[in-house]
């Protein structure tokens, strides 16, 4: 997976990678770094860079994201593929079909619904683990579910169709 990520007026792009052993890789800029990353509290993250310890806390003011390293506001800006709102701005438009695809490796943990299935924007569709968390993917326009390409326990590539909603 990987996020484009601008803060203090400098752009960046961070990869996130899986192993064989199920342990992330993360490269800053292309260049390899060493990075363990846990969620203390659903605002405070811990997070060792090249040994190196630092609180993380997201600052949920809206309209201006931003982390509180220390005692430095740091605003940011990120392309996220797993977004709701960078599914909506990467679709050209609400109208004929639309796939939904996996936005990283993972596991289909649950789907939430069949083929045949009417949908509501924003309506949950499948459960996925991938990083070690779970993530809801819901439906960016309302229709009728015509196609379900993938079953619950189905470990799925980035990419891989999971169903269509027309």
Same mark, same amino acid.
């Given at each position: 997976?990987?996020?484009?990520?601008?803060?203090?007026?400098? !752009?960046?792009?961070?990869?996130?990678?899986?192993?064989?052993?199920?342990?992330?890789?993360?490269?800053?800029?292309?260049? $390899?770094? &060493?990075?363990? &990353?846990?969620?203390?509290?659903?605002?405070?993250?811990?997070?060792?860079?090249?040994?190196?310890?630092?609180?993380?806390?997201?600052?949920?003011?809206?309209? =201006?994201? %931003?982390?509180?390293?220390?005692?430095?506001?740091?605003?940011?800006?990120? &392309?996220? $593929?797993?977004?709701?709102?960078?599914?909506?701005? #990467?679709?050209?438009?609400?109208?004929? %079909?639309?796939?939904? /695809?996996?936005?990283?490796?993972?596991?289909?943990?649950?789907?939430?619904? =069949? #083929?045949?299935?009417?949908? !509501? /924007?924003?309506?949950?569709?499948?459960?996925?683990? %991938?990083? !070690?968390?779970?993530? @809801?993917?819901? %439906?960016?326009? =309302?229709?009728?579910?015509?196609?379900? #390409?993938? @079953? *619950?326990? *189905?470990?799925?590539? #980035?990419?891989?169709?999971?169903?269509?909603?027309?």
């Amino acid at each position: 997976m990987t996020y484009d990520i601008e803060m203090r007026g400098h !752009k960046h792009t961070l990869s996130v990678e899986h192993g064989p052993d199920r342990q992330e890789r993360f490269l800053l800029d292309g260049k $390899p770094c &060493a990075a363990d &990353a846990r969620f203390l509290s659903p605002r405070v993250l811990s997070l060792l860079i090249d040994g190196r310890s630092y609180r993380v806390v997201f600052d949920p003011r809206p309209g =201006a994201e %931003a982390v509180v390293v220390g005692e430095h506001r740091m605003t940011f800006t990120i &392309a996220d $593929p797993r977004s709701l709102r960078w599914q909506k701005r #990467a679709s050209a438009s609400d109208t004929g %079909a639309l796939s939904i /695809t996996a936005p990283m490796p993972g596991l289909i943990v649950k789907l939430l619904v =069949a #083929a045949g299935d009417v949908v !509501k /924007t924003e309506q949950p569709l499948v459960v996925m683990e %991938a990083m !070690k968390m779970q993530n @809801e993917l819901k %439906a960016s326009k =309302a229709g009728r579910v015509t196609r379900v #390409a993938v @079953e *619950a326990g *189905a470990i799925v590539p #980035a990419g891989k169709l999971l169903l269509v909603i027309e």
